[in-house]
């Protein structure tokens, strides 16, 4: 019988158990019985395809996941006993031990070798589940540079080309979507299911869709780096192709909102990438920011760089200034003149280091680089979560308005400029 246990079973489930309180079994026992209902199995178990619709995952993955809940089986059926195992291990479990089920999960073959092709399946997967009927839509080429620049993040150390288990920890640092995606798999299907989440892109209904950098797999891949309040929505505040190539009008843009921002750059080689910005643009005459901030690359590899605390050069706003040692400009990381990211105030030239302050490469094929479009979205949060322009004395305005107002503005923000 499919609800047939071994001993060792039973002891496994009977240690599970403990991972829960006595709500969560009632709970978890419910909607056990639901599904074993709609599978038709006189209570006895809840069949791989009424699994995979309730969890909505879909593809190879979802086939493989039920293999492993079901301890890989065979029989088609996932007994109570199956379901608090496997989440107390994945969801309860210690780091070891869910480490070891999501590289197992990630096997999607079943071979033992994780290898390109068991990757290739697992972002099939992804775009499967959570991308939204016009992405799927896009044409083969499309769909497959989308799967590539994932991909190109990974490393295979072992022989023939697979996986170890660091490399695969190592991808998941570089892609924290897919991390986050992997490990909610039988989280209860809600809205805001970490890994299933992909940003809402507000923008003018006169603006073509196509000519935006940011699409929904790359805000899916930035939104994972964010909470989910801050990957709920996010405000198109300045388009080069739009309102112009002009370090002034973007600042009068992204202004307009206090909230995080994220800037994103593709440049003449074609390479994309840019820089989430914790704090608001402002001038400033040294470093400042917080440890939230992240740069980032879109293609040909997607990869966050988060910072490593070597030192606190983290965001770089410069307008106005006069010395040849405060560059005007907008950046992330490094130090003045070898920033991790940078765009000169001239908004035609900029530069991209390898930099101690996010371990982060050169994100370009070049170091020294010429953009083609730049865009910049604000983070949507709801009114009052980050706003605090109602305090006394605060000004408002632009940074340019600001600027004019308050000559008083060259302040430093004690944090000490480190180099690399």
């Avoid at 979205?377 to 600027?403: C, H, M, S, Y």
């Amino acid at each position: 019988m499919g609800n047939a246990q071994s001993p060792a079973t039973d002891q496994r489930f009977i240690a599970a158990s403990r991972a829960f309180s006595k709500e969560d079994l009632e709970d978890l026992r419910s909607l056990f019985a639901s599904l074993a209902v709609q599978s038709q199995s006189d209570g006895k178990f809840i069949s791989q395809s009424v699994f995979q619709v309730y969890y909505g995952v879909q593809g190879a993955l979802a086939a493989r996941l039920f293999q492993l809940v079901s301890q890989e089986r065979k029989d088609g059926m996932l007994t109570f006993e199956d379901l608090i195992i496997s989440k107390a291990t994945y969801e309860r479990g210690t780091r070891d031990e869910v480490d070891e089920f999501i590289f197992k999960l990630c096997d999607v073959n079943g071979d033992g070798a994780l290898g390109r092709d068991d990757l290739e399946s697992i972002l099939k997967s992804i775009e499967q589940t959570i991308f939204t009927e016009e992405a799927k839509g896009s044409n083969s080429a499309t769909q497959n540079q989308r799967m590539e620049v994932f991909l190109n993040s990974a490393t295979f150390s072992n022989s023939k080309e697979c996986m170890s288990q660091k490399d695969l920890s190592t991808w998941c640092c570089l892609v924290p979507s897919v991390r986050k995606f992997l490990g909610s798999l039988l989280m209860p299907p809600d809205p805001g299911r970490p890994g299933f989440q992909v940003p809402k892109l507000d923008y003018p209904p006169d603006v073509d869709s196509h000519v935006l950098i940011l699409k929904e797999e790359f805000a899916w891949h930035i939104g994972g780096a964010l909470t989910q309040q801050e990957a709920e929505s996010w405000k198109l505040l300045y388009h080069s192709s739009i309102h112009g190539l002009s370090f002034n009008t973007f600042l009068g843009k992204i202004s307009t909102g206090e909230g995080p921002t994220i800037l994103v750059i593709r440049d003449k080689e074609g390479y994309i990438y840019g820089g989430y910005a914790s704090q608001p643009w402002e001038r400033h005459s040294d470093f400042y920011g917080d440890m939230k901030s992240f740069l980032f690359q879109l293609t040909p590899k997607a990869s966050i760089f988060r910072p490593t605390g070597a030192n606190t050069s983290i965001q770089w706003c410069g307008v106005g200034f006069s010395s040849d040692s405060i560059p005007n400009g907008v950046g992330f990381g490094g130090k003045p003149h070898h920033f991790g990211l940078y765009l000169s105030a001239n908004f035609d030239g900029g530069h991209t280091f390898s930099c101690t302050t996010f371990n982060s490469p050169s994100l370009s094929k070049l170091n020294y680089i010429t953009p083609d479009v730049i865009e910049c979205w604000g983070i949507q949060l709801e009114t009052g979560a980050q706003n605090e322009d109602n305090r006394p004395g605060v000004v408002k305005g632009t940074v340019l308005e600001r600027f004019k107002e308050d000559r008083n503005m060259l302040k430093l923000v004690g944090l000490a400029s480190s180099s690399d």
